[in-house]
């Protein structure tokens, strides 16, 4: 008897030791963004009382408006994100020199601009680390900003996005600047957009065919309204942040 007292002491401490440890360490790797209803969240804008918002380029084809772009933007003294896939960077490499010189963001968009869910986790951060490594290679900056190829996610490409030091980002305007209806279109669906707020985050593409032409005029109407332009990387919390059901990033409070 004394002795199945004492096994079953035993029992009881280990299954506690194992609640414990459940407790104490489980929150650290599961708690991957504190998001409503158990959903991990890219970035998709930021809580902020500046009047401060952010535009991003996604290159994944196409450098001939690349040049137009940094000089639009060098012009009203804007710094922008540009996410770049693998492809482009080894197809263009002298504009993501001429990018980063120019003070912007650099961001990764992939090695290959694949729907990221449909990939092994080793996959993904394949995809990711191959592109950084060529960025890191060319210009010496790590890149810690990832957009997924069409906006395409999952619990499991946020959680390796994590895994990889990435910020996993995406956007609250899309300027829809890809389906090519005009400057007009672009500059209107960006400056009065419902979304628009501090702490925006805008998508357009660098290889879009109406970008260059509507992109001064985006700046100017949104520099008229007392927004200032800032990089993703200068827009976004690092750390001391939850997200809500949104995927707006708002920071803790004490």
């Excluded at 930021?46 to 000089?71: H, M, R, Y």
């Excluded at 492809?87 to 020199?97: R, T």
């Excluded at 010189?101 to 394949?126: F, I, P, V």
Aim: aromatic residues 12%; proline residues 4%.
């Amino acid at each position: 008897m004394p002795k199945r007292f004492f096994n079953s002491i035993i029992i009881l401490s280990f299954a506690g030791l194992l609640v414990w440890c459940a407790a104490t360490y489980l929150p650290d790797i599961i708690t991957i963004s504190s998001t409503p209803g158990g959903r991990n969240l890219p970035i998709y804008c930021v809580e902020t009382e500046k009047p401060q918002v952010a535009i991003s380029f996604d290159a994944a084809w196409g450098n001939e408006d690349t040049q137009t772009l940094l000089d639009i933007l060098s012009r009203n003294n804007v710094k922008a994100t540009f996410f770049m896939t693998g492809g482009w960077v080894e197809s263009y490499p002298e504009d993501v020199k001429k990018i980063y010189e120019a003070g912007h963001d650099l961001g990764n968009h992939s090695q290959n601009h694949k729907y990221m869910t449909k990939l092994s986790d080793e996959e993904k951060t394949k995809e990711l680390m191959s592109v950084h490594n060529k960025v890191k290679e060319l210009t010496g900056y790590d890149m810690f900003l990832f957009r997924p190829p069409y906006g395409d996610y999952d619990n499991q490409v946020v959680a390796n996005a994590k895994k990889n030091n990435y910020y996993p980002i995406q956007w609250n305007i899309d300027s829809l600047d890809w389906k090519d209806y005009g400057a007009d279109d672009i500059v209107k669906r960006i400056t009065e957009h419902k979304n628009l707020s501090n702490g925006s985050i805008i998508l357009c593409h660098n290889g879009a065919k109406y970008t260059k032409d509507a992109l001064e005029q985006v700046i100017i109407t949104l520099q008229d309204k007392g927004y200032e332009f800032v990089p993703i990387s200068e827009l976004i919390y690092r750390d001391h942040y939850h997200m809500n059901h949104e995927g707006r990033q708002i920071p803790d409070t004490e």
